[in-house]
């Protein structure tokens, strides 16, 4: 082991060494893929030597996601503490289920949950869990509420036609799910957003009402903190007050910028988040711990164990339920993304986070500041958004993007808001300061002079 661990050292240091001098790696396009690396499996074992090269010449060509030429995506950057923590879970390798097998990891855990029930205001019923992803959280939030509101699903199948709602800018996770969990697809009520991306209130309530007229059970609400696109946040106030009305579920979908709830500055952002009945956050997104961190919380533990619990005599032997996190998972063996979390949080402080989710704002404050001030661009964002869509000298974006990500420029992606596509870079990235910001602008004007 420890002979590995050198060479793992020895592979990080070419990977810090790339991301600084290589910041993007050059890409390999996918028809030589297979034939300019070494990926093949064999009968017989590698030698030690080529082993290494094929090792450094992989990461040598994958992507950088933690330098400061990397806007593509809704996480990047790397926190060094964060990946301490994530490092020793593999290292640890338990499996959360039971507190046998988890032992003081599971108080981590729980710590966090509490931690994050308590900072969104949720009563002392309230209780969480760790996802796969955000997708996964989403997946877990809804299906919770199938099975309040229809509570022989579970058992027989779903008994009568459900409906859920959600922004037509939300998550497409949303849909996918509804398949899922066996009320369909078109079941799924896209509610018209406003020009900022906000979904309508009133809009939901009329469709809402309509449904009910026509026998259907509306039940779910997805609202969003930060939708994939344009990063804006629905009001979370004003829609809780109409699932009070029609009693729904109200979930709020925060994958992307629910980490507005550490900041004191944002978190006017998601005001009304004590009303919701679900949240979940994505930490590998605005807290930038590795992949993937991802938390859903309920404001009543009841339907996690309705929705979740079985029991299986070989894996629960010993403690509560309370300690076996088995019991409200989506999972069996599940892997201990919380540590990662939780060193992060320990070593730079609540107030730490807090300072990483205000940087990512002030940056975009920077970045949409240039554009304005710039007119070869059009900006398309807003205020309170981390998302900073635009265009440049009306050139496609998609050319753009493109033409960057094949020279190795710069990793920044396109998006499209009502039928217009533009640019996307996003300020998420833990390791941008505000010289790459710059430096951002400054590549794209050079390469497209
Ligand atoms: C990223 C994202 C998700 C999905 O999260 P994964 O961890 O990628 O599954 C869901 N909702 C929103 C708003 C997101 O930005």
Redesign the pocket.
């Known amino acids: 082991m420890i002979e590995d661990l050198e060479l793992f050292n020895e592979l990080v240091e070419i990977l810090l060494n790339e991301e600084h001098f290589n910041p993007v790696a050059q890409p390999i396009e996918t028809e030589e893929l297979f034939t300019s690396l070494d990926l093949n499996l064999n009968a017989e074992p590698a030698i030690d030597d080529d082993f290494k090269i094929t090792l450094s010449q992989i990461i040598k060509s994958t992507p950088k996601t933690a330098s400061t030429s990397f806007f593509n995506q ?1 996480f990047g950057g790397r926190m060094s503490r964060a990946v301490l923590g994530d490092l020793l879970a593999v290292m640890l390798n338990n499996s959360m289920y039971t507190y046998k097998v988890a032992g003081p990891q599971v108080g981590i855990e729980k710590t966090l949950l509490r931690a994050i029930c308590d900072l969104i205001k949720y009563p002392k019923s309230a209780d969480g869990t760790f996802a ?7 997946y877990m939030a809804v299906l919770m509420a199938r099975d309040k509101y229809d509570p022989n699903a579970r058992q027989r199948g779903i008994t009568r036609p459900m409906t859920i709602y959600t922004s037509d800018v ?2 497409y ?1 949303i849909g996918k799910n509804a398949s899922f969990i066996g009320i369909g697809k078109d079941q799924v009520r896209l509610i018209p957003s406003n020009s900022k991306g906000e979904m309508l209130p009133d809009a939901l309530e009329k469709q809402i009402i309509e449904d009910k007229q026509n026998g259907m059970l509306p039940f779910f609400v997805n609202a ?5 696109v344009l990063g804006a946040f629905d009001d979370v106030d004003t829609i809780s007050k109409i699932c009070k009305t029609h009693d729904l579920w109200l979930h709020l ?4 910028c629910g980490g507005v709830i550490f900041s004191a500055q944002y978190k006017h952002l998601v005001n009304g988040i004590e009303h919701t009945d679900s949240f ?1 956050i ?1 930490a ?2 605005m807290l930038g711990t590795p ?2 961190c ?1 938390i859903l919380v309920t404001r009543d533990k009841k339907y996690l164990y309705d929705s979740f619990s079985n029991e299986a005599e070989y894996l629960y032997q010993t403690d509560t339920d309370d300690f076996n996190l088995g019991k409200t998972s989506l999972q069996c063996g599940r892997r201990n993304d919380a540590l990662k979390l939780w060193t992060l949080w320990k070593s730079v402080g609540s107030n730490g986070l807090e300072s990483m989710v205000n940087s990512q704002f002030h940056l975009a404050e920077i970045a949409r500041t240039y554009i304005k001030a710039h007119p070869d661009y059009e900006l398309y964002s807003f205020e309170n958004s981390i998302s900073v869509c635009f265009n440049y000298k009306n050139i496609p974006a998609k050319t753009l993007c493109t033409q960057l990500y094949k020279d190795a420029q710069l990793m920044v992606g396109f998006g499209n808001f009502k039928g217009q596509d533009f640019v996307r870079m996003v300020t998420i990235n833990s390791v941008l300061q505000e010289k790459d910001i710059r430096n951002f602008f400054t590549t794209i004007e050079q390469a497209f002079s």
């Open positions: 809704l796969p992803g955000g997708s996964m959280s989403n939300s998550h996770s969003t903190a930060g939708t994939t979908d925060g994958a992307y979940s994505n590998h997104k992949l993937s991802s």
